[in-house]
T-cell receptor, first 115, second 114 residues
Framework: KNQVEQSPQSLIILEGKNCTLQ??????????LRWYKQDTGRGPVSLTI?????NTKSNGRYTATLDADTKQSSLHITASQLSDSASYIC??????????????FGAGTQVVVTP | DGGITQSPKYLFRKEGQNVTLSCEQN?????MYWYRQDPGQGLRLIYY???????QKGDIAEGYSVSREKKESFPLTVTSAQKNPTAFYLC?????????????FGPGTRLTVL
């Protein structure tokens, strides 16, 4: 069973509107949670990284939240633009004794912004 | 211009052939990784290497092989033993010991078996 579940699987929003993506995880012990943006046919690009002690982090119009108690995270996109059309991937890192920190990837939420 | 490069961008293979995907980085990162991405699934780890001349199997290593002769290079060979190789392949790297072990990804190679 995937340890990182994302919802919705896909969504369509009008340009200028806001949207929120969800990520629930069961990864333990927890080290950090990342959100990546992946344009079609390209590699993922990091948006935010949060540790256990951080509950919100922003990167421009992207704001991520983390509730480590309930093991939930969200990514909020404000005033969406056509360039926001992409897959958004939630990635959770396990805390390990070495520097490896194995990553668990969600399947992603496909966002389509329409004019 | 620092970063990770992968080549080719598109690759077509006939059944029974081995193919090698290239991954090069000039970020001076110690660790490198290969992932496979299929529609509707999260990235799955194939192999990773934390230092030169050493590499470890990931979750789906069967049918794949790697080498790490140079710090900058981590090529992936998809062998004929891989029964369903059509996928998008992503290479990544990270500086071990860096904050959060942030991984930087290459642009990917799309492999199609004809």
């Amino acid at each position: 069973k995937n340890q990182v579940e994302q919802s919705p699987q896909s969504l369509i929003i009008l340009e200028g509107k806001n949207c929120t993506l969800q990520c629930n995880y069961t990864v333990s012990p927890f080290s950090n949670l990342r959100w990546y943006k992946q344009d079609t046919g390209r590699g993922p690009v990091s948006l935010t990284i949060m540790t256990f002690s951080e509950n919100t982090k922003s990167n421009g119009r992207y704001t991520a939240t983390l509730d480590a108690d309930t093991k939930q995270s969200s990514l909020h996109i404000t005033a969406s633009q056509l360039s926001d059309s992409a897959s958004y991937i939630c990635v959770v890192s396990e805390r390990t004794t070495d520097s490896w920190g194995k990553l668990q990837f969600g399947a992603g939420t496909q966002v389509v912004v329409t004019p | 211009d620092g970063g990770i490069t992968q080549s080719p961008k598109y690759l077509f293979r006939k059944e029974g052939q081995n193919v090698t995907l290239s991954c090069e980085q000039n970020l001076n990162h110690d660790a490198m990784y290969w992932y496979r991405q299929d529609p509707g699934q999260g990235l799955r780890l194939i192999y990773y290497s934390q230092i030169v001349n050493d590499f470890q199997k990931g979750d789906i290593a069967e049918g794949y092989s790697v080498s790490r002769e140079k710090k900058e290079s981590f090529p992936l060979t998809v062998t004929s033993a891989q029964k369903n190789p059509t996928a998008f392949y992503l290479c990544a790297s990270t500086a071990t010991g860096a904050n959060y072990n942030e991984q930087f990804f290459g642009p990917g190679t799309r492999l199609t078996v004809l």
